[in-house]
């Protein structure tokens, strides 16, 4: 399938519009059908598919676990992934798209969540721990890794890292996209995540911190912001939020007891 597009552009150098032949991020939509049931569509990137849509239905907490998975079929050519699991009762969508509305985390301020969300994220309670170095290296090589960002700009980027290596990079059109994916490849594959790290190319909003509390990794690292909510969230839920890697310089704002 085809990430980018050329596209004819005209680009003003300062003088004059010049045409120019460019790069353009693809949109993808993306059906998820669920034991016959049409699911959800998504607009992503092409790749990872499968991943991205076990990923996506692990998130929403409509597979727990991966034995509950009998099959994944796609086809590319329609954008459909058809997806059999051992549960077959009929899925009720408006349950999964239900606002709650709950104490923060266990606080008394209000905030609102997906019903889904409160039932699959979880305390990260690893001990794992990472030095600034470390976090200037992973950030380089998920830079390093980024080459439809450098021939678009229209992608982000999250990888599954070890403190010296990626072990998968993911790319897509959507911030929480590049999570499922990483979570579906998790759940095909079941490494031990108490000694990994999420760098993420992103801003850090509060829907993507429960991503990585689902996924359950103690430390995500960004080149970018976080939100407040996403801080506070971070906070209980024992998550190491690292902002605005860049250079040599970086803010840590959530459990800084992993930085050594």
Request: aromatic residues 10%; charged residues 20%.
């Amino acid at each position: 399938m085809e990430t980018t597009k050329n596209r004819t552009v005209f680009k003003y150098d300062g003088n004059a519009l010049i045409e120019q032949v460019d790069e353009v991020a693809s949109e993808y939509p993306f059906t998820i059908v669920l034991n016959g049931q049409e699911f959800a569509t998504l607009v992503c990137t092409p790749t990872h598919l499968k991943e991205m849509a076990i990923g996506f239905l692990t998130s929403e907490g409509v597979i727990r676990f991966p034995e509950e998975i009998v099959s994944v079929t796609l086809n590319e050519e329609r954008g459909f992934a058809y997806v059999e699991t051992t549960n077959k009762q009929p899925t009720s969508l408006e349950f999964y798209a239900k606002r709650f509305i709950g104490s923060c985390c266990g606080k008394s301020r209000q905030s609102f969540y997906f019903h889904n969300d409160v039932k699959t994220a979880k305390t990260v309670m690893s001990r794992n721990q990472i030095t600034v170095d470390q976090c200037f290296y992973l950030m380089e090589l998920l830079q390093q890794s980024s080459t439809h960002f450098q021939t678009t700009g229209g992608v982000h980027n999250a990888a599954l890292c070890s403190k010296n290596e990626i072990i998968i990079s993911c790319t897509d059109i959507g911030r929480h996209n590049t999570l499922d994916k990483i979570f579906g490849y998790w759940m095909q594959n079941r490494i031990h995540l108490h000694d990994k790290v999420i760098v993420f190319s992103g801003r850090i909003s509060s829907e993507v911190l429960l991503k990585v509390a689902k996924i359950g990794v103690g430390i995500l690292i960004s080149k970018s912001a976080p939100t407040d909510l996403a801080l506070e969230m971070a906070e209980e839920l024992g998550i190491t939020i690292i902002g605005f890697v860049r250079g040599r310089k970086m803010n840590v704002y959530t459990h800084p007891e992993r930085i050594v």
